[in-house]
């Protein structure tokens, strides 16, 4: 006999402590706004790109601060809950189970299916939230935007597609050649 995982409604918004109520199925369950998105499991060429890109931060990265890959919960408010593909932090802001601290950096790897989510959507709930700087990498055609907050906005702080390399200052000193990520 097989059973059946029903998902939790909420009437009105969904909470952070609905999010309790999903099922472990291997799908994504964010909120922004009390707004449930979910998506799918990501491609092995994302995977690629997720797990070079993490190796390349962890050994960069300044003691006082820590990498992480999804899924690790970030949860500013009590409606809102992201998992970014990669997730900087302040050491000593990482909870028991989620954060809720601004991130340093969140890195999103674009996929097909969460590409217009990733650019605009999150980008405007991180730049809400004041996450210092947000990476867009793009495995399919290799390539990498970087942006730091200015004035409550992204602005363009660096970019290299294929072969080029970009030095990134922020949050750390990082150089980043988006093909050495897709070609392992």
């Known amino acids: 006999m097989t059973t059946m995982t029903v998902m939790p409604h909420a009437v009105e918004r969904w909470t952070v402590a609905d999010l309790e109520k ?5 799908l994504r369950y964010e909120l922004i706004d009390g707004i449930l998105h979910v998506s799918p499991a990501p491609r092995p060429v994302h995977q690629d790109a997720l797990l070079e890109l993490a190796v390349m931060l962890r050994a960069a990265v300044p003691k006082p601060m820590k990498v992480y890959v999804a899924p690790l919960d970030w949860q500013p408010d009590n409606v809102t809950s992201l998992q970014p593909d990669l997730l900087v932090v302040r050491r000593a802001d990482v909870l028991e189970r989620n954060v809720v601290a601004p991130l340093v950096l969140a890195v999103e790897v674009l996929s097909r299916s969460t590409r217009r989510y990733d650019e605009v959507l999150k980008a405007s709930v991180y730049a809400e939230h004041e996450v210092a700087s947000y990476w867009l990498v793009d495995p399919d055609v290799p390539s990498i935007v970087a942006y730091d907050l200015k004035d409550d906005r992204y602005v363009e702080v660096g970019r ?25």
């Not at 999903?22 to 291997?26: F, K, L, R, S, V």
């Not at 922020?170 to 070609?183: D, H, I, R």
């Open 22 to 26: 999903t099922p472990a199925d291997g």
């Open 160 to 184: 290299a597609s294929g072969d080029e390399s970009v030095t990134l200052t922020t949050p750390f000193e990082v150089t980043v050649t988006p093909n050495s990520l897709v070609s392992g």
